[in-house]
């Protein structure tokens, strides 16, 4: 797999404070969601709708499936690497409790069919009826250059965090 580069890593600002907490039972945490996240700048929007859906695990396993689409391109997770859940105390959420809100990955999958692609990626939970959930990921091509980054609140969906 190709690792991102420092600066693609920075595009994420993923901000692991000492206030985040990691999950101690990873084999029993999961989330599942999808959504919509368009893409403005500021208020206009640009490339128009990205859509995904995805059930991942904090314990990486084969059953992991996540999709990314917009603009006729469609993104398959096939290899989820590595995998942190953490609960951020300034999210909740709720029903049903979960032991973490925030997913954080990385991985390699296919982009319109053709193997080699990265991806990192972080989904937040922050309740019913998911307006407050999050999406960031940036996708890259087999030499390590971004093919796209998106970020923003969900407009449809929701982000369901899971424990047992």
């Known amino acids: 797999m190709k690792r991102l580069t420092t600066k693609q890593i920075a595009?994420?600002?993923?901000?692991?404070?000492?206030?985040?907490t990691?999950?101690?039972?990873?084999?029993?945490?999961?989330?599942?969601?999808?959504?919509s996240v368009f893409d403005t700048n500021g208020e206009t929007v640009v490339e128009g709708r990205n859509t995904h859906g995805f059930v991942v695990h904090c314990d990486p396993r084969n059953s992991d499936n996540l999709q990314i689409n917009w603009a006729g391109n469609r993104f398959h997770l096939t290899d989820l690497n590595s995998a942190i859940c953490i609960d951020d105390p300034l999210l909740t959420p709720e029903s049903p409790d979960a032991e973490f809100?925030?997913?954080?990955g990385m991985g390699e999958g296919?982009?319109?069919?053709?193997?080699?692609?990265?991806?990192?990626?972080?989904?937040t939970d922050d309740g019913q009826p998911g307006v407050g959930d999050t999406m960031h990921v940036v996708?890259?091509?087999?030499?390590?250059?971004?093919?796209?980054?998106?970020?923003?609140y969900l407009t449809y969906g929701n982000h369901q965090a899971h424990s047992n």
Do not use: H, S
């Open 11 to 20: 595009l994420l600002t993923i901000t692991l404070t000492a206030t985040a």
């Open 139 to 152: 996708i890259t091509d087999p030499a390590g250059e971004e093919v796209r980054n998106v970020e923003g």
């Open 22 to 35: 990691a999950v101690a039972a990873r084999n029993q945490c999961w989330m599942t969601g999808g959504g």
């Open 110 to 123: 296919r982009l319109n069919n053709v193997n080699g692609y990265g991806i990192y990626f972080k989904f």
């Open 101 to 104: 809100d925030t997913f954080i």
